[in-house]
């Protein structure tokens, strides 16, 4: 197991045992800071529980989209929408889901990662979208944590000495991107902003949404270093799920902020732990109208 992989616990579990997250497919091409594959199997059974299988599953903050990934490859939605704002990762999801996609899987397989040829690609203004989702492969595979953000520092040493190429495994990314593009006619990606693309969809009954906004409210800065759009009106986005015809699942950490607005709109909020081999113990919230299905 590589050390930042995740590991969950069962919900409710008395003896709390951890299961290891090597067990979700990994089918995203990015090493997402605050993606959710430790809530793959959570997710699975909340959509299980729903009495109609969901016409669209929409995913208004999308980053590296393991949910929503998920949720196509498994047939667990008729359709499925992802929505990011920020313009890299944008560049990589708009051409996974275009012709380009095997020209980005090709590129990715016959580059040699030296740090000259990085410098060479990073340094050089990508003039075409191809360019761009490459050049953000290549950055999210090689700075620490994945951090896209401004800011960000590149691995020093990495595993095994491996250094800037630690993370970088061309033909399992290749395969991910391969695999992607075949169901493609299932997913559908808005460069936009989520909260814009929920009221769109507000009125629909049979849309569900799995909502994961950067962790910010409560001034907290964990989520601010993490993207470039970090900032969110969270009031307003409780006030919109609070519109929403269909149903939705939403994650947080934990904040008193965020427990007074779940309160406050009548929601019910349960904690989960999750456990990675960096961190102690963590736990995250999750928020819905009903989280009956967790028990
Ligand atoms: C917690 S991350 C989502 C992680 C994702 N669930 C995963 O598993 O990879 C939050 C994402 O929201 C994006 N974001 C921030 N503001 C946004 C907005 N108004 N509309 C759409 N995306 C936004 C950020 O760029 C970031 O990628």
Redesign the pocket.
């Known amino acids: 197991m590589r050390a930042t992989q995740l590991s969950y616990l069962e919900p409710r579990q008395a003896d709390e045992v951890i299961v290891n997250v090597a067990s979700v497919p990994q089918r995203?091409p990015?090493r997402?800071p605050?993606?959710?594959t430790w809530l793959v199997p959570y997710v699975r059974r909340w959509l299980g529980s729903l009495p109609d299988h969901p016409a669209i599953f929409i995913?208004?903050?999308?980053?590296?989209?393991?949910?929503s990934l998920t949720v196509a490859f498994e047939r667990l939605a008729q359709h499925v929408l992802m929505?990011?704002?920020?313009d890299q990762?944008a560049s990589v999801w708009q051409i996974i889901l275009s012709d380009d996609a095997a020209w980005l899987a090709k590129r990715i397989a016959n580059f040699q990662l030296t740090p000259e040829n990085v410098e060479k690609v990073l340094s050089t203004p990508a003039h075409q979208l191809r360019d761009k989702a490459f050049q953000t492969i290549l950055k999210n595979r090689i700075n620490r944590g994945g951090i896209l953000a401004p800011g960000a520092g590149k691995i020093k040493h990495g595993e095994a000495g491996r250094g800037l190429a630690s993370r970088w495994y061309p033909g399992t990314l290749r395969k991910r991107i391969l695999s992607i593009s075949a169901i493609r006619e299932r997913l559908t990606f808005i460069h936009g902003?989520?909260?814009e693309v929920m009221r769109q969809h507000a009125q629909n009954s049979e849309a569900v949404f799995f909502i994961?906004?950067?962790?910010t409210a409560g001034g907290k800065r964990a989520g601010r270093r993490l993207?470039?759009?970090?900032e969110?009106d969270h009031v307003a986005l409780f006030q919109l799920a609070n519109q929403l015809a269909g149903d939705f699942l939403m994650t947080y950490d934990e904040a008193p902020e965020v427990r007074d607005l779940a309160r406050r709109f009548g929601f019910h909020v349960e904690t989960v732990a999750m456990k990675s081999t960096h961190h102690a113990k963590m736990r995250e919230l999750l928020i819905g109208r009903n989280l009956d299905w967790l028990r």
Request: no cysteine; net charge negative; glycine share 16%.
């Open positions: 995203s990015f997402y605050g993606g959710k995913e208004p903050f999308a980053g590296g989209a393991i949910i929505v990011e704002l920020d990762v902003d989520g909260l994961d906004p950067p962790y993207y470039t759009h970090s969110l």
